[in-house]
């Protein structure tokens, strides 16, 4: 069984440590003491919350970062937004099928009536259920996402890849940030940038900065705008 420590939990579900602890008290959360390999807490125990007991986004989260972060690119902020609670649900479905499947690559005998079973419980078809598990291990989690043709093709995304990777770098950090610290920071970066955000683009193929990132070899995973 997966466990998360508070503080993972609590940037998790964008809340605080003390937040957590309060639910841990109250019986809202279900935790757990383990031995802790760096030693603290009490008596070297620490609480740890079953993956399984957080909200589904919390869920969705810990998975994306747990991905590749240079092979997949994740925006679940964007995919909540377009659709909502019900497509997290579906979505997170779709990663706990996946996740069933996923051990017994290799496997010979009575296979398929094992993902039969497992296509029935969570409401799919044996192909459907095929297909996501080939999205998920050639795409990771955004395999799993439905794809929606953007009303705004041929003119500039409201979030560029720079911000899209400061996003994700404090998304998936293991400091405690909430999604609207995020934001806000995100905010702040682009005020202090200005209209020279462009200039200092790791992605920017004309800027003077890429180039000096590329000759450095620092910039061979940023693809160009």
Not at 38 to 47: M, R, T
Not at 184 to 200: I, M, R, T
């Amino acid at each position: 069984m997966t466990t998360v420590d508070v503080k993972t939990a609590a940037r998790l579900m964008d809340l605080s440590v003390w937040s957590i602890r309060d639910r841990i008290n109250d019986g809202r959360l279900p935790a757990i003491e383990k031995a802790s390999a760096l030693g603290g807490g009490d008596k070297g125990l620490i609480l740890t919350i079953p993956l399984t007991a957080l909200p589904i986004e919390a869920q969705l989260k810990y998975a994306i970062s747990h991905e590749d972060k240079k092979r997949y690119n994740v925006d679940l902020v964007s995919y909540k937004a377009r659709f909502g609670e019900v497509g997290l649900a579906e979505l997170h479905q779709r990663w706990l099928a996946v996740q069933e499947c996923l051990p017994m690559e290799g496997w010979v005998h009575e296979v398929g009536e094992r993902k039969r079973a497992i296509a029935e419980k969570y409401g799919m078809s044996l192909r459907r259920l095929y297909e996501w598990l080939q999205a998920y291990k050639a795409q990771g989690m955004a395999g799993l996402m439905f794809i929606t043709k953007r009303k705004d093709v041929g003119k500039t995304r409201s979030m560029c890849k720079m911000a899209q990777d400061i996003v994700m770098a404090e998304y998936c950090a293991s400091t405690q940030v909430g999604q609207n610290r995020i934001l806000a920071n995100l905010q702040k970066k682009a005020e202090g940038l200005g209209d020279s955000a462009c200039d200092v683009c790791a992605h920017n193929s004309n800027a003077l900065y890429r180039r000096e990132m590329l000759l450095r070899g620092a910039v061979e995973d940023q693809d160009p705008c």
